[in-house]
């Protein structure tokens, strides 16, 4: 089913943005489209929630619902707060030493 | 939301020392996604929750396998499915998040069908849960229009040589469910005995129903 945990959570974000309007499922489909058919993806469509994650991400800042920007910085921001979370402890966002 | 907090292995002694947390690219990418949805209000984590149960444990081929069965079994539910896929389908419970149309394809025993989509992966998600990974792959959705019988016949599928092969090219407004051959011999069958029969592969047209998949 799906690969990752985070995999999961990427469909269903897609499916409950589209269901809630945020933009139809052809503007999904061109934007999942664009990813798959960049230069150097694998070739088992082993990396197919990788392109998931990207068009999600292009199609929130084409949109002007998400910034380019702020989405690297809190994307930095989740991967110092984890590795600062102890083990055993729930990671959070505010986990992070440099926020 | 799930619980991806990663669990490193212990050691062999069992020290629990510089145990870090790591999260991939991926992983923190969805995060600040999610970061970034939630302080818009954008997202309810509950729905999401729910999103992801129901395709990890009640969309999947099952759905599709009644489909088929129950076009086996009812003729008037057959010409439905023929008319509007989309209706009959729904009637079962089995309805598409994205507002796509469906079409059923009726294997004969003059033409077998093969879907497949070369824009990216559409796919009949309602009835069949979430595309196997041959069929996001890109080998698949390059040859299966090119060279359909030799794909089919790396998926262990011989066709006669005078059946025709129509392949279906999938778009985010039209999906196809294959509605294979039922199997010979099956007539005493009921209709839960004969969904058995109807692997994922033979509803996208990779197998056939009743055979090994």
């Known amino acids: 089913m799906f690969p990752e945990p985070w995999a999961a959570e990427a469909f269903a974000m897609t499916v409950h943005l589209h269901e809630n309007g945020l933009f139809s499922w052809s503007e999904w489909a061109e934007a999942l489209s664009i990813e798959v058919h960049r230069p150097g993806r694998a070739e088992d469509g082993s990396d197919y929630f990788d392109c998931w994650v990207a068009a999600l991400s292009g199609l929130l800042v084409a949109k002007g619902i998400a910034d380019a920007g702020v989405i690297l910085a809190l994307q930095s921001a989740w991967q110092r707060a984890a590795e600062a979370t102890p083990h055993g402890m729930p990671i959070e966002l505010g986990n992070d030493p440099l926020r | 939301m799930h619980d991806d907090h990663d669990h490193h292995h ?48 009640k969309i999947g081929p099952r759905n599709g396998a009644h489909v088929v069965a129950k076009a086996w079994t009812d003729p008037d539910f057959a010409d439905w499915l023929k008319r509007d896929a989309t209706a009959a389908i729904a009637s079962l419970g089995y309805t598409g ?117």
């Open chain 2, 10 to 57: 212990h050691d062999h002694h069992g020290h629990d020392h510089h145990h870090d947390n790591r999260y991939s690219d991926m992983q923190a990418r969805v995060r600040a996604l999610e970061t970034v949805l939630s302080e818009k209000g954008l997202i309810d984590p509950g729905a999401i929750d729910a999103i992801v149960e129901a395709y990890e444990t």
């Open chain 2, 97 to 213: 998040r994205q507002g796509e149309h469906m079409r059923a394809l009726f294997n004969t025993p003059e033409t077998h069908n093969l879907v497949v989509c070369t824009l990216c992966s559409c796919y009949p998600w309602s009835v069949l849960g979430l595309p196997p990974v041959w069929y996001k792959a890109p080998a698949y959705r390059s040859r299966a229009v090119i060279d359909p019988r030799g794909v089919l016949a790396e998926f262990g599928v011989t066709l006669p040589e005078e059946k025709k092969i129509r392949v279906w090219d999938s778009t985010a407004e039209l999906r196809y469910l294959v509605i294979p051959e039922r199997p010979e011999g099956t007539e005493g069958l009921a209709e839960e005995e004969l969904a058995g029969l109807v692997s994922r592969d033979a509803m996208i047209g990779s197998a056939i129903a009743g055979a090994a998949s």
